[in-house]
């Protein structure tokens, strides 16, 4: 995400005068005369200081996944250290946190539908949906005691290139969940995969799962509205695809468009509906890329030789 909103920031010739901090750690960045990197961790409070010098807004994207190890220092220290500077700034005009909704249940928790932002916290087990509702409230409550300028963009899971096709691979180059190991036998993978299927997922009901994402290109869009946007100062948005993932609809488009046959896998997952109509009301922000454009941009994607496919985290 830090990389496309860089690439789109850079672009944009409304903000033509900008410079760029970018405090990275595993990922490096291009070259570019207005792009400043400062390499470390934001659990380093020498990197945080460096790279908050001066500067006007903050977009915080840092995560790490279930990793009980770093979970405090990064995405709890780290976010406070940032907090922190930003408070005492006297520069800073807005912080903008871009969170999970890992925070609300994800597909992984019932829920009353649709999910709104004024929906209750309900993580699932796990550190990382533990930390995404540590996020928004240390957030929210910067934005209460000390009136700083914040904005919460609350996505799901977020895709770009062909990522959806490696969701649904059979695969062992399946990207992110669920398991297929927990939910058939390895006989029925091998053979799904070698035979063009899709997996057709079943909720905890009995019917298709429906489950939220976004496209990057999307949340991306929704990050340039934000910014000094009087709108959206001291709120919290959900962005994503208007209308949920229906796996249904997925098995339908594929065995249509790529001949693909569809196999029912029941799941112990809920289907959810994260509410976009606050985005929409009030940002005038709608996702272009909606089921069959994520659908068919994913499978038609050719990779370049120089851009591997390369996970930095499991889904």
């Known amino acids: 995400?830090?990389?496309?909103?860089?690439?789109?920031?850079?672009?944009?010739?409304?903000?033509?005068?900008?410079?760029?901090?970018?405090?990275?750690?595993?990922?490096?960045?291009?070259?570019h005369p207005r792009v400043a990197?400062?390499?470390?961790?934001?659990?380093?409070?020498?990197?945080?200081?460096?790279?908050?010098?001066?500067?006007?807004?903050?977009?915080?994207?840092?995560?790490?996944?279930?990793?009980?190890?770093?979970?405090?220092?990064?995405?709890?220290k780290g976010l406070f250290l940032l907090l922190e500077a930003a408070r005492t700034s006297p520069t800073l005009r807005q912080f903008v946190l871009v969170g999970g909704d890992a925070a609300v249940g994800h597909c992984l928790v019932p829920r009353e539908l649709p999910v709104t932002?004024?929906?209750?916290?309900?993580?699932?087990?796990?550190?990382?949906?533990?930390?995404?509702?540590?996020?928004?409230?240390?957030v929210e409550q910067y934005r209460?005691?000390?009136?700083?300028?914040?904005?919460?963009?609350?996505?799901?899971?977020?895709?770009?290139?062909?990522?959806?096709?490696?969701?649904?691979?059979?695969?062992?180059d399946q990207f992110g969940g669920p398991s297929w190991d927990t939910l058939i036998s390895k006989e029925e993978r091998e053979r799904f995969a070698t035979e063009?299927?899709?997996?057709?997922?079943?909720?905890?009901?009995?019917?298709?799962?429906?489950?939220?994402?976004?496209?990057?290109?999307?949340?991306?869009?929704?990050?340039i509205t934000v910014i000094?946007?009087?709108?959206?100062i001291g709120e919290m948005f959900n962005i994503a695809m208007t209308i949920p993932v229906d796996y249904s609809q997925v098995a339908s488009i594929l065995a249509a468009t790529r001949q693909m046959r569809p196999v029912e896998i029941k799941t112990s997952f809920h289907s959810n509906f994260l509410s976009t109509d606050k985005a929409r009301q009030r940002l005038r922000w709608l996702p272009k890329v909606e089921l069959p454009q994520?659908?068919?941009?994913?499978?038609?994607?050719?990779?370049?030789?120089?851009?591997?496919r390369k996970i930095w985290y499991q889904g």
Request: glycine share 6%.
């Open 196 to 223: 063009n299927c899709v997996p057709l997922l079943l909720d905890t009901g009995g019917g298709p799962l429906r489950r939220n994402f976004v496209h990057l290109s999307d949340l991306v869009e929704a990050l």
């Open 144 to 172: 209460e005691q000390y009136e700083l300028r914040t904005t919460i963009l609350r996505a799901p899971w977020i895709m770009e290139k062909d990522d959806f096709r490696f969701a649904l691979s059979f695969g062992p």
């Open 228 to 232: 000094d946007n009087p709108a959206a």
């Open 294 to 308: 994520l659908i068919e941009s994913a499978f038609s994607y050719q990779r370049r030789a120089d851009d591997p």
């Open 1 to 31: 995400v830090g990389a496309a909103l860089i690439s789109r920031l850079l672009a944009d010739p409304q903000f033509g005068a900008a410079e760029i901090v970018a405090l990275c750690h595993n990922r490096t960045l291009p070259p």
């Open 37 to 76: 990197i400062v390499r470390g961790s934001i659990g380093d409070e020498k990197c945080v200081a460096e790279a908050m010098s001066g500067v006007t807004h903050v977009f915080h994207l840092a995560t790490v996944k279930e990793d009980a190890a770093q979970v405090i220092d990064i995405s709890i």
């Open 117 to 138: 932002e004024a929906s209750p916290h309900r993580a699932y087990p796990g550190v990382y949906a533990f930390s995404k509702v540590l996020e928004e409230v240390m």
